[in-house]
């Protein structure tokens, strides 16, 4: 089985991920490609050394830096387990802030949703957009 995944900020780091499995869940050869700053070039490295033995047992990024949210991401589609909780493009409609927004915000480290309303002015004005910033903040920094 042949699994791939990408991921992306625009204009700063990306990665993509092609994994053959055999089927007994053994990982028979594993490209991970990728570009962006120094910090997330060593993460990179770093899961590249465990790309191997077990698919299922190569373990998810567990910080909460940029590259570690990045990788995560990266290893959660891989394994088609990336269940984010919001789906519409735009999460606040009072400002008009797109949902990408909040997630580069949160992955650059607005980890409460005073700074994530400080970076990008998403539920600075109703609130009815809180509930959904802080669904995402739980989903981006939560330990799996
Ligand atoms: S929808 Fe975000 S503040 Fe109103």
Same mark, same amino acid.
């Given at each position: ?12 780091? !990306?990665?993509? *991920?092609?994994?053959?499995? =055999? ?6 050869? $594993?490209? &991970? ?39 995560? !991401?990266?290893? *959660?589609?891989?394994?088609? =387990? ?6 519409? $493009?735009? &999460? ?53």
């Amino acid at each position: 089985m042949v699994i791939q995944s990408e991921v992306r900020w625009v204009g700063r780091e !990306e990665a993509s *991920l092609i994994v053959e499995v =055999e089927p007994d869940d053994t990982i028979y050869q $594993a490209t &991970l490609k990728g570009i962006g700053g120094p910090d997330f070039l060593r993460a990179l490295c770093s899961l590249r050394g465990q790309l191997k033995g077990r698919w299922k047992d190569v373990p998810l990024p567990q910080g909460v830096r940029p590259s570690d949210l990045l990788l995560r !991401e990266l290893l *959660l589609k891989a394994r088609n =387990e990336w269940n984010y909780p919001y789906a519409d $493009a735009e &999460l606040c409609h009072c400002r008009c802030v797109p949902t990408a927004v909040v997630d580069q915000a949160i992955c650059q480290g607005a980890h409460t949703p005073q700074k994530v309303s400080a970076m990008t002015s998403a539920s600075t004005a109703c609130g009815t957009c809180r509930p959904d910033v802080e669904a995402i903040l739980r989903f981006r920094l939560e330990r799996r």
